[in-house]
């Protein structure tokens, strides 16, 4: 790892009393937003080093409730990327998270299961979704707390991609958190922590909405199984209302899977894309 600092944990301790009962406070759900956390050297190079949209590594995500790239394998980072990573998994950052939350015993997750790399490219979207609920490898693994760490230099709001964070009951958006460069969204999370990105972007085509993503967890002796649950929003069609339940049906069947058989992200994913192509052509 680098010599150089990483992480402003000047900025980010802080008056972290306060900082904590802000968290705990926040609508909809805990939550805060965090800007410059990389220090200016460090987030240059990260995005630098950002992999290019064709890059041979990045996993589509491909279906009615999202259309997204992943990479969930570090050592196929760049340095800095790597390093970064490593730091967020570290004793001082993780100490750092169950300050901020709460939360004690938090464990870092580096085989990065749905976390690492992402990137979401014109017309991408994510439906709006509480994430699943424990680890794939670990089922005793409780997943409890988010960062989603943004790396563009730039982002326009006329390209969309604010993250909303909705009521609970899927009443309203409570809040939104434009994907500013250096900017980190930590969150807790459970069954009903319902946010996403769900309308088209309308970022140029050589752009992509960056960002790395880690996940934390703690264990428990009866943690309980929850897949990825996507909503639609109120004032969606009906027919857009069914497409989504009916991914969200087809996701929860593959979380099975995925877990009892080893079924991979490559092959399921591949699957699932089929079902949307044929879904959309018997419409």
Avoid at 3 to 25: G, H, K
Avoid at 66 to 74: D, L, R
Avoid at 131 to 138: L, V
Avoid at 226 to 246: C, F, G, L, V, W
């Amino acid at each position: 790892m680098s010599d150089s600092p990483l992480v402003d944990y000047e900025a980010l301790e802080a008056d972290l009393d306060a900082a904590s009962a802000a968290y705990r406070a926040a609508d909809p759900f805990p939550h805060t937003v965090v800007d410059n956390v990389l220090t200016p050297v460090v987030f240059d190079k990260a995005v630098a080093e950002f992999p290019g949209i064709e890059d041979e590594f990045w996993k589509g995500y491909l279906h009615v409730n999202e259309t997204k790239y992943s990479n969930t394998e570090p050592d196929t980072w760049g340095p800095t990327l790597h390093d970064v990573a490593q730091e967020f998994c570290s004793q001082r950052f993780v100490s750092y998270l169950e300050k901020l939350t709460g939360i004690e015993n938090l464990m870092p997750d580096w085989t990065m299961d749905g976390g690492g790399l992402h990137q979401t490219l014109r017309g991408g979207h994510l439906n709006i979704h509480a994430d699943f609920t424990t680890h794939h490898r670990h089922e005793n693994w409780a997943r409890r707390v988010n960062i989603l760490l943004y790396l563009n230099h730039e982002w326009l709001d006329e390209w969309g991609g604010e993250l909303e964070l909705w009521d609970r009951d899927m009443r309203e958006c409570r809040a939104t958190v434009t994907p500013a460069g250096n900017r980190m969204l930590v969150f807790s999370t459970a069954y009903d922590t319902f946010h996403g990105h769900p309308d088209g972007l309308n970022c140029p085509s050589d752009v992509a909405r960056r960002s790395m993503a880690l996940y934390y967890f703690t264990q428990e002796e009866h943690a309980v199984r929850r897949a990825t649950n996507y909503q639609a929003r109120p004032d969606e069609s009906r027919a857009r209302k069914a497409a989504i339940a009916a991914d969200r049906t087809a996701l929860d069947l593959y979380d099975r899977a995925k877990r009892r058989l080893g079924i991979s992200d490559e092959r399921a994913q591949r699957l699932m894309a089929r079902i949307d192509r044929f879904r959309r052509r018997h419409r």
